[in-house]
């Protein structure tokens, strides 16, 4: 087939590079802009962008794609479909009717569970044991087209949003060429999703990182893992921001004390109670400081063995 790929971050790269290496031909790219980072805004460019240079395959990055426009110059390239990977922009309806076999999406969840643009993160913070990759067509709803193929796959104990994106990031790739080749030989039935069934994966907000004490050790330990990096999760010790990088859910006999009251534990460090269970803090951040052991930060602000201090607002 000839495709046109449109994918923006890291996700989309496996695909990409799994297509360059097929029977497939990759006629062009289409990525988002790139982005000013960092103190002296420097340009930012998107990872599909850079690895379709390093091919020499057109790139383009259009702040729009208006019918009057792209129509004519994406239909002279006369591809057969549209691979999406993560582009992070809503196509119009045009586009995604173009080609013979219409443009085909790969979503890092089991559709219709988790549309939207976060389905990793929150699968984790939501204490799912599975999760998956799916290829679907698209069409005008949020993630609601027909499902072509999916992979189930198991969330590890203690795996966090980064291993998990790998991982599903390197199994959608296999899943897509897959697709292809099935379309290719007329091979496969499109499965409306059931509506009834859907769940939702919004866009993260840095205030999803703040931790809540009322929760569980358990829910609080998946938001951290699933967090990390961006938004990162938080809580506040006497009005300063506390960043919260790694920690594990403990349990302790006879502890009634109010959640988020950490304490200095002699055998386990810096332990924080929540509602049911207790967090020990193993890598910690405090506002305008590095990263730090937890340990280190019992001795930093000075709080003694079996002493505490209430964290949060």
Known sequence: MRLLFMGTPQFAVPTLKKLLSS?????????????????????????????????EIPVYQPEKLKAETWQDRIQALAIDAIVVV????????????????????????????????????????????TTGVTTMRIEAGLDSGAILIQEKMDIAPGETAVDLHDRLAATGSDLMLRTLDLLERHEIQPIPQDPKLATYAPPLK??????????????????IRAFNPWPGTYTYLHGALLRIWKAAPVEIDGSNQTPGTLTHDSFLGAVVTCRQGSLQLQQVQLENRKKILAQDFLHGIRLPQNQSVLLGR
Not at 25 to 37: G, Y
Not at 206 to 223: A, C, F, H, M, P
């Open 206 to 223: 840095k205030s999803d990182g703040e931790l809540i004490w009322e929760q569980t050790s358990i829910q609080v330990y998946n938001r």
């Open 23 to 55: 029977p497939h031909q990759v006629v062009a790219v289409i990525t988002q802009s790139d982005k000013s980072s960092g103190r002296g805004a420097r340009l930012s460019v998107p990872p599909v962008k850079r690895l379709g240079l390093e091919h």
């Open 86 to 129: 993560a582009y992070g922009k809503i196509l119009p309806s045009w586009l995604f009717t173009l080609p013979q076999y219409g443009a085909i999406n790969l979503h890092a969840s089991l559709l219709p569970q988790y549309r939207g643009a976060a389905p990793i993160h929150w699968a984790i913070a939501n204490g799912e044991n």
